[in-house]
């Protein structure tokens, strides 16, 4: 599967950006769990958002819970983050990954990345 990230840019805080993650075909992404990670300089990668295949569950990192909304359109193979109230802190490369097993949610268990889309906060 081939996941293609957009949606980053240049955005002052307090501000919104909603990025997106599009799979190369249905079969490869609609009965999969999906996920979003993000990696600031210096830093691991972090795992901050999930989203079951149906959208029915999802999981959010303490750090952006309440701010961060995951959704997800099986039709268009598309797994969305909206992400509001930005702070500097949430500046890094924000990555989409398709996510395995019953314990999605987890983030542990991977099997495919998208390339990554910069998002930088400005103060």
């Known amino acids: 599967v081939q996941l293609q990230a957009s949606g980053g840019g240049l955005v002052q805080a307090g501000g919104s950006l909603r990025l997106s993650c599009t799979g190369s075909?249905?079969?490869?992404?609609?009965?999969?769990?999906m996920g979003w990670y993000r990696q600031a300089p210096g830093k691991e990668r972090d795992f901050i958002a999930a989203i079951k295949w149906s959208g029915e569950d999802t999981y959010y990192a303490d750090s952006v819970k309440g701010r961060f909304t995951i959704s997800r359109d099986n039709a268009k193979n598309t797994v969305y983050l909206q992400m509001n109230s930005l702070n500097p802190e949430d500046t890094a490369i924000y990555y989409c990954?398709?996510?395995?097993?019953?314990?999605?949610?987890?983030?542990?268990?991977?099997?495919?990345w998208g390339q990554g889309t910069q998002v930088t906060v400005s103060s």
């Open positions: 075909s249905t079969r490869t992404f609609g009965s999969f769990a």
């Open positions: 990954a398709r996510l395995r097993g019953q314990d999605w949610y987890l983030g542990y268990n991977t099997d495919a």
